[in-house]
């Protein structure tokens, strides 16, 4: 596995290659779900390139950018056994030469896709987000952009930013990867304390729950309110928002609606850190997908 | 696989056999739930007996005993496939030579385990069930009683009987076993219409949700009203009742109770039949038990 850390170098490097490209952009603090996302790329492509940048254009408090972990001997060591081929670890200058002010995305609308939960709490996430991964595109110019669903909201961000921009990118969305418990794995589970891991753990439950209440024709608001309540129960647990959705148009969904698929996402704090999740429906199938 | 009609033929047979003896008693239109049970009697006993027998003393309506599916060629097809050595197929005067007034059981006493569900909803049903159960083990003697999941409440009935007259004979219990829709098998099933046999399958969704509920830790009397109230409207159903039960005392869950197994019953009238059902949920573990 190369490690560049330079634009002008990628290029070069990526030139001198024939094959498909697949592109894992990451923030490091790399876990099992990251490797999920590389075991994708592997498996379909010859050139597997992956990014670390915790992007600070994307971050809402500064506090939660300071605290965000780095690993850096670790991601590599990770990356490279899982058969990365090109690690892409650059200064915050060499992805935004003309500063963070200017951005290819800054004309586009994302209509309903920002309004609520994460657009609604992280006011500015969504764009420090698209301006990131249309930079790394333009830098990296890979066939696949391999995300995860996990960041359910911001996978269909970029789907509307590479759609908006016009870009020639296949965009392939790989399944939440859980711990045993059924915490879904985040860089940021590394700060919780074991009582607050433990804790944490419910939150998939009570996505469970809400899947089930679905599958049985229960009706939404009613399984987020009760979802929320009991969410805010737990001594640890501190819910932001449950939302049963659109998968589309990330609109409250309406019971019945012949929609494609439904979302169930949350964002809830525990001890120091904000954790989000989801967990997805076909309503056509009466089935979760990705379960 | 030899057929016997009396009580004393039976006798004489298996008393000329050495080695252990399992039990399954039915009332006939066997399909596959059953065949779960001689499976697992057959597994680990050396004689497996199976009766047939329509017993009038726990039908508490004529029609429902008129109605009930009778296919006893089939049955016998079946239980010989599957292995069964012994099929006693007696009259009613086999089983109750003195007339069905008289009765081992009637001095027993259920408590709690007849208060509620069946026992509330059935007027005399559990009596003729225990009635019968005491009649054919007095026949049979066997080393084990193979019942199905999907009486809970029959089971439970069942082994307080053995414990109270103190006989000594084994209690088996075989998990439900489902259609690919998720409605529980029942010989009742035959008389549903096609509509009707979709709409069934919706109960075990609402089960599911339940369960699901359950371990993610919401109110066990509001999960039961949120299920009973939109199994109500699903046009073709009619729930009678959907009960949350300490599985021991069948007496209604409290939350957070250390109850060692949470049992959750529903009856639901779907055109011509009353069908049951349940799911099991072990709060220690936060899993459903014989998911």
Same mark, same amino acid.
């Given at each position: 596995?190369?490690?560049?850390?330079?634009?002008?170098?990628?290029?070069?490097?990526?030139?001198?290659?024939?094959?498909?490209?697949?592109?894992?952009?990451?923030?490091?603090?790399?876990?099992?779900?990251?490797?999920?996302?590389?075991?994708?790329?592997?498996?379909?492509?010859?050139?597997?390139?992956?990014?670390?940048?915790?992007?600070?254009?994307?971050?809402? %408090?500064?506090?939660?950018?300071? *605290?965000?972990? /780095?690993?850096?001997? $670790?991601?590599?060591?990770? !990356?490279? &056994?899982?058969?990365?081929?090109?690690?892409?670890?650059?200064?915050?200058?060499?992805?935004?030469?003309?500063?963070?002010?200017?951005?290819?995305?800054?004309?586009?609308?994302?209509?309903?896709?920002?309004?609520?939960?994460?657009?609604?709490?992280?006011?500015?996430?969504?764009?420090?987000?698209?301006?990131?991964?249309?930079?790394?595109?333009?830098?990296?110019?890979?066939?696949?952009?391999?995300?995860?669903?996990?960041?359910?909201?911001?996978?269909?961000?970029?789907?509307?930013?590479?759609?908006?921009?016009?870009?020639?990118?296949?965009?392939?969305?790989?399944?939440?990867?859980?711990?045993?418990?059924?915490?879904?794995?985040?860089?940021?589970?590394?700060?919780?304390?074991?009582? %607050?891991?433990?804790?944490?753990? *419910?939150?998939? /439950?009570?996505?469970? $729950?809400?899947?089930?209440? !679905?599958? &049985?024709?229960?009706?939404?608001?009613?399984?987020?309110?009760?979802?929320?309540?009991?969410?805010?129960?737990?001594?640890?647990?501190?819910?932001?928002?449950?939302?049963?959705?659109?998968?589309?148009?990330?609109?409250?969904?309406?019971?019945?609606?012949?929609?494609?698929?439904?979302?169930?996402?949350?964002?809830?704090?525990?001890?120091?850190?904000?954790?989000?999740?989801?967990?997805?429906?076909?309503?056509?199938?009466?089935?979760?997908?990705?379960?």
């Amino acid at each position: 596995m190369q490690t560049i850390t330079t634009a002008a170098a990628l290029r070069t490097v990526l030139s001198n290659q024939s094959g498909s490209v697949a592109f894992v952009p990451t923030m490091g603090a790399l876990h099992d779900g990251h490797m999920a996302l590389i075991a994708a790329a592997v498996a379909s492509h010859d050139i597997v390139v992956a990014s670390i940048f915790v992007n600070p254009t994307q971050f809402n %408090e500064s506090a939660d950018l300071d *605290a965000y972990p /780095r690993t850096p001997e $670790a991601d590599a060591d990770l !990356l490279k &056994a899982h058969g990365c081929n090109v690690l892409y670890l650059p200064e915050v200058k060499d992805v935004y030469p003309e500063g963070t002010g200017k951005s290819l995305t800054s004309t586009l609308g994302f209509g309903s896709l920002t309004a609520r939960m994460e657009g609604a709490n992280r006011p500015g996430h969504f764009d420090g987000v698209a301006q990131v991964v249309s930079r790394l595109l333009e830098i990296v110019q890979p066939d696949t952009l391999v995300m995860g669903q996990k960041d359910y909201q911001q996978v269909a961000v970029v789907r509307s930013m590479i759609s908006q921009l016009g870009l020639r990118v296949e965009l392939l969305v790989v399944p939440t990867v859980r711990e045993v418990s059924g915490l879904a794995m985040s860089s940021r589970n590394r700060r919780l304390s074991i009582p %607050e891991t433990v804790a944490a753990a *419910a939150i998939n /439950r009570h996505l469970s $729950a809400v899947v089930a209440g !679905l599958a &049985a024709g229960w009706p939404a608001r009613e399984l987020e309110g009760m979802a929320f309540r009991e969410i805010g129960t737990h001594p640890l647990l501190r819910p932001e928002y449950i939302e049963i959705c659109d998968g589309d148009t990330l609109l409250p969904y309406q019971d019945g609606a012949p929609v494609r698929e439904i979302v169930v996402a949350t964002a809830v704090h525990c001890g120091p850190v904000r954790l989000i999740d989801n967990r997805l429906f076909a309503p056509s199938l009466a089935e979760e997908v990705n379960p």
